[in-house]
């Protein structure tokens, strides 16, 4: 399975900074995630990052709240917009692995926004 | 009604113990299905997909109900290790970008 790195792995931030956490693959893969994963929760799909074109959001969420870019395929950034105290929480990055037809995640980003 | 439900537990067994645990889904064009471990502060980690003629992993072995939308994952002879979260995860179009996570079942295992 592809290796995945997260940065940061976790950030203390102030509401109304903005965050972005980046995600590196160590091969080249076609899809890319964003997840959301809240204290004591399950994950969320935030966005699927598609390379050299926008961001598919799920319901609920918006490109001016979570920016993401892919540039290439192998990295994608998501930005957490003028934060507040509830974006506290697990980012995840994802990438999907064709042969099983599920993914695999990268460590997480633990952000807490005070 | 969410899409995939699981007991949020925890169940706490013994070792040595057999747990099982049951996850029901909704959408009955559900392609395929997996089992993940998720460790205290960590990311999710696949466990084992979840085949139509149910399959074994040594001590784990996944079953698949298509008629009932429901799937099992049964543990034996449990080891303090197992303790953990165990997603229930389901893709609706076996393109690998439609997973869709239940709440997890939190397994204790305890000496």
């Known amino acids: 399975s592809a290796v995945i790195s997260q940065k940061p792995s976790r950030d203390i931030c102030q509401r109304g900074t903005s965050l972005t956490i980046q995600c590196q693959v160590d091969s080249q893969v076609t899809m890319m995630f964003w997840y959301r994963q809240q204290p004591g929760q399950s994950l969320t799909l935030i966005a699927t990052a598609n390379q050299g074109s926008e961001a598919t959001y799920e319901s609920g969420f918006v490109i001016d709240k979570f920016p993401i870019s892919r540039p290439n395929l192998t990295f994608s950034t998501l930005t957490v917009s003028n934060m507040s105290p509830e974006d506290s929480s697990i980012y995840l990055c994802?990438?999907?692995?064709?042969?099983?037809?599920?993914?695999?995640f990268g460590p997480g980003t633990r952000l807490l926004v005070l | 009604r969410k899409e995939v439900e699981q007991d949020p537990g925890p169940f706490n067994v013994p070792e040595g113990a057999t747990v099982a645990f049951n996850c029901t889904y909704s959408?009955?064009?559900?392609?395929?299905f997996f089992w993940y471990r998720q460790d205290c502060r960590k990311e999710p980690k696949l466990l084992m997909s979840?085949?139509?003629s149910g399959n074994e992993d040594g001590r784990f072995t996944a079953q698949l109900n298509r008629a009932s939308q429901y799937i099992s994952l049964l543990i034996r002879d449990s080891k303090l290790s197992d303790s953990a979260t165990y997603l229930c995860v389901v893709n609706v179009n076996n393109a690998g970008n439609m997973l869709t996570f239940g709440g997890g079942t939190r397994l204790m295992v305890k000496p």
């Open positions: 979840v085949y139509s």
């Open positions: 994802s990438v999907e692995d064709m042969a099983t037809e599920t993914q695999y």
């Open positions: 959408n009955s064009a559900s392609q395929s």
